[in-house]
């Protein structure tokens, strides 16, 4: 199953909330604050001064591979935003969704 978003409200109204109700449980959930925060930042219209455009760049330099080539050379200065480290209490696990996650992921 998916899901598709097709309106820029949608990611505020359902997607941002369904993953406050079910949190991530690993460093995507430090991905995800940080992509809320572009989120809130597009939706106050920030974007618009550049100030607000370079801190939705820098937040975007800092999900997943980094900045492409073509965005370091338009803005080589650009500094990735500060991703907090990430540390599960072992005790924040539920063995259910270990047991699930092991199932899937480790083939012995």
Same mark, same amino acid.
């Given at each position: 199953?998916?899901?598709?978003?097709?309106?820029?409200?949608?990611?505020?109204?359902?997607?941002?909330?369904?993953?406050? @109700?079910?949190?991530?449980?690993?460093?995507?959930?430090?991905?995800? @604050?940080? #992509?809320?925060?572009?989120?809130?930042?597009?939706?106050?219209?920030?974007?618009?001064?550049?100030?607000?455009?370079?801190?939705?760049?820098?937040?975007?330099?800092?999900?997943?591979?980094?900045?492409?080539?073509?965005?370091?050379?338009?803005?080589?200065?650009?500094?990735?935003?500060?991703?907090?480290?990430?540390?599960?209490?072992?005790?924040?696990?539920?063995? #259910? #969704?270990?047991?699930?996650?092991?199932?899937?992921?480790?083939?012995?």
């Amino acid at each position: 199953m998916y899901y598709r978003v097709t309106k820029y409200n949608d990611l505020i109204d359902i997607i941002i909330p369904h993953f406050y @109700s079910y949190s991530l449980l690993s460093l995507k959930t430090i991905i995800f @604050s940080n #992509w809320v925060k572009a989120v809130e930042l597009l939706a106050s219209g920030q974007q618009k001064s550049k100030n607000g455009f370079l801190e939705i760049l820098s937040i975007y330099a800092a999900i997943g591979r980094g900045p492409s080539n073509k965005i370091k050379s338009y803005f080589p200065d650009l500094v990735p935003a500060k991703v907090p480290e990430y540390n599960l209490a072992v005790a924040d696990l539920n063995s #259910w #969704w270990l047991s699930g996650y092991l199932t899937i992921y480790c083939h012995f």
